[in-house]
Nanobody, 120 residues
Framework: QVQLVESGGGLVQPGGSLRLSCVASGSIFRIIAMGWYRQAPGKERELVAT???????TYADSVKGRFTISKENAKNTVHLQMDSLKPEDTAVYYC??????????????WGQGTQVTVSS
């Protein structure tokens, strides 16, 4: 089993910054990719940013130039630096890890979510 623990959410004013972190632990054989998704009230969960084992990154158009995803391989940790935050960034942010737990067995794992609120 794989466990994800997120941290770093909170309340911030528009234009401010927050840094989210997610640590993966458990029966991890190899991580394929790590990422962040978010879900605002009344909306579907959407991709924010991902980073794969080759350090390739993808971002939602709405966060390009403002958010930066990075990872620390030795610590199975992924970070999301969020700058120039806007009220529309308000959502519950979920960490996602796609990992092999064996030679051929892989799954998607999710964190419990951390609330980010951007408001004055």
């Amino acid at each position: 089993q794989v466990q994800l623990v997120e941290s770093g959410g909170g309340l911030v004013q528009p234009g401010g910054s927050l840094r989210l972190s997610c640590v993966a632990s458990g029966s991890i054989f190899r991580i394929i990719a790590m990422g962040w998704y978010r879900q605002a009230p009344g909306k579907e969960r959407e991709l924010v940013a991902t980073i794969n084992s080759g350090q390739a990154t993808t971002y939602a158009d709405s966060v390009k130039g403002r958010f930066t995803i990075s990872k620390e391989n030795a610590k199975n940790t992924v970070h999301l630096q969020m700058d120039s935050l806007k009220p529309e960034d308000t959502a519950v942010y979920y960490c996602n890890v796609r990992a092999y737990t064996g030679v051929t067995d892989w799954n998607d794992y999710w964190g419990q979510g951390t609330q980010v609120t951007v408001s004055s």
